[in-house]
């Protein structure tokens, strides 16, 4: 379904955010790309949402080249605007209709879709987010997890293939997090192409995913199962998504490496 050759991506010609990604995600997978503050993650979202386009090398989707001058087509840009929906980081910058029917209803009227189907869509995922007690509510009065679901609620109702998270997870509490986790894993069952950009080893454990992590460089260094990639601790501290402590019992000096989202590993004595 997606295919990256070789992109490339520097902010004002010459600070360089993306070197060199090849990468391909099939229809209908759950798949994660994970690295450090700064790895280019968001930069990579953005890349496959068409919001930014490449300094160099191809993105194509379902066959087709994704280049601004391709979305400049009215027609193709609304055959991809249709199949590709994107949630932000933050929603505040997602959300700016006067209530949350209104948001909900927004992109399908943007698509020349009738207003009462328009209506039935929103009605359906307010009652698969559990939001249809907001319906009349304005945006600027929700929790930061009410807004994150009424976000997802205003993509869900385009009806993509393909559903973009960039760091969904950021700022929810607890529930709100497991919430979402079902939502994204029933949407996958649904024959969704899920892509989350993360640092959240967590939600990658939970959502078994395949993974792409990116180094400190901007590039690729590794792909493979959640399951793979998140054992390899070398790897993972390479990748700056954990690190090594040091401290002292008595005489005895002890290492262990740590993440604050998946596991706290202690590494054997040896001898010290």
């Known amino acids: 379904m997606i295919e990256l050759n070789d992109i490339h991506y520097e902010y004002f010609g010459k600070i360089p955010a993306l070197s060199g990604i090849n990468l391909s995600i099939g229809e209908g997978e759950r798949f994660a790309i994970i690295g450090s503050n700064g790895s280019g993650k968001s930069t990579l979202i953005q890349v496959l949402n068409g919001l930014i386009f490449p300094t160099r090398g191809t993105y194509r989707f379902r066959g087709r080249d994704i280049a601004e001058k391709d979305l400049r087509e009215a027609a193709f840009l609304r055959y991809f605007r249709e199949r590709v929906g994107y949630v932000f980081q933050e929603s505040d910058v997602q959300l700016f209709c006067p209530t949350v029917l209104d948001e909900l209803m927004y992109g399908p009227l943007q698509m020349a879709i009738p207003e009462q189907e328009a209506r039935?869509?929103?009605?359906?995922?307010?009652?698969?987010?559990?939001?249809?007690?907001?319906?009349?509510?304005p945006t600027f009065m929700l929790s930061g997890g009410e807004k994150k679901r009424v976000a997802l609620g205003s993509v869900l109702t385009m009806n993509p293939e393909v559903l973009l998270f960039d760091?969904?997870?950021?700022?929810?509490?607890?529930?709100?997090?497991?919430?979402?986790?079902?939502?994204?894993l029933a949407l996958n069952e649904a024959g969704k192409t899920v892509i989350i950009a993360?640092?959240?080893?967590?939600?990658?454990?939970?959502?078994?995913?395949?993974?792409?992590?990116?180094?400190?460089?901007?590039?690729?260094?590794?792909?493979?199962?959640?399951?793979?990639?998140?054992?390899?601790h070398d790897?993972?501290?390479r990748a700056n998504l954990i690190h090594e402590h040091r401290h002292y019992h008595g005489p005895q000096e002890h290492r262990h490496r740590h993440s604050h989202y998946l596991f706290h590993h202690h590494e054997p004595d040896k001898g010290k």
């Open 120 to 137: 039935e869509r929103a009605a359906g995922v307010m009652r698969l987010l559990e939001i249809e007690k907001l319906s009349d509510r």
């Open 167 to 184: 760091e969904p997870t950021n700022g929810l509490d607890p529930r709100t997090q497991a919430f979402l986790v079902e939502i994204i």
């Open 198 to 232: 993360t640092h959240d080893l967590t939600l990658v454990d939970d959502l078994g995913m395949r993974v792409a992590l990116l180094s400190e460089s901007h590039s690729v260094e590794a792909v493979g199962h959640s399951g793979e990639i998140l054992h390899d």
């Open 235 to 237: 790897l993972l501290l």
